[in-house]
């Protein structure tokens, strides 16, 4: 059967002998939001590394079918951004999201502004990055990496630097954000509320294995375990 999208097969990642990421199978249709959502230490930032190509792993990693694991990985048009958004100081806003828009060869202003307008910023292409708020420069950092028209976006915590009433409204405004730009993405959380904003589908990790996956909704009134009724109460 051929699918469009994301394919994880049996994925594992080791360090010393123990498994941080445990057989994870699991299939994203292109386009879909996907959150990953689990305790601290489940192996959530492992996973992620290991779809960028970061990390080592055994199974197998597939985009439409094909695997990408002998792809290099600026050539797997996988994106991921960290936590921070590691913006360049040195850059104003536009020269930050234009950035790999000029290291394809493609830089644009009019996309440059298109993309702002999309993560809410249009206009500050000339601010520095330096003043402006956390969640305005998570937005830049959003916008630089949807620049690279990335066929899958991995975002790890996004939103975990911001403040938590701000998070609330950026968690909604990232949902449509991404859904806007049609952008198959996976965005790790720790926090099942903000995981259903953002997302279509959510994933649960427990000590490295995907241990079930549905809506908030029937992972509440289904929940595997007790230990996922907990991490969800
Ligand atoms: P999460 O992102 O869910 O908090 P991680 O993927 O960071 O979890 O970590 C999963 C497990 O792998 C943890 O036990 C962590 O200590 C371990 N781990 C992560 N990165 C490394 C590393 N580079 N070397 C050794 N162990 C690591
Ligand atoms: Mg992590």
Wanted: charged residues 25%.
């Amino acid at each position: 059967m051929s699918s469009a999208g994301l394919q994880l097969r049996d994925v594992t990642v080791e360090f010393d002998g123990k498994r941080a990421v445990d057989a994870v199978t699991l299939e994203i249709p292109a386009g879909e939001v996907f959150a990953l959502i689990g305790p601290s230490g489940s192996g959530k930032s492992s996973l992620l590394r290991a779809i960028a190509g970061l990390e080592p792993c055994t199974g197998d990693i597939r985009w439409d079918d094909e695997s990408v694991l002998k792809i290099p990985v600026h050539r797997r048009g996988f994106v991921l951004m960290f936590q921070d958004g590691q913006l360049f100081p040195h850059l104003d806003v536009a020269g930050n999201v234009g950035y790999s828009l000029k290291v394809s060869g493609h830089r644009d202003p009019a996309r440059v502004e298109q993309l702002l307008a999309l993560v809410g910023l249009a206009g500050f292409g000339a601010r520095r990055v330096t003043e402006l708020s956390g969640g305005e420069q998570q937005r830049v950092a959003l916008a630089r990496s949807l620049a690279a028209t990335p066929r899958l976006l991995l975002l790890d915590e996004p939103l975990s630097s911001i403040d938590r009433e701000l998070r609330e409204r950026l968690a909604g405004d990232l949902h449509d954000i991404l859904h806007d730009a049609g952008v198959t993405t996976i965005v790790v959380t720790h926090d099942h509320e903000e995981a259903a904003v953002i997302a279509d589908r959510i994933g649960i990790l427990e000590a490295g294995r995907l241990v079930q996956v549905g809506s908030l909704t029937e992972l509440r009134a289904h929940p595997v375990d007790d230990r996922v009724a907990r991490f969800l109460s």
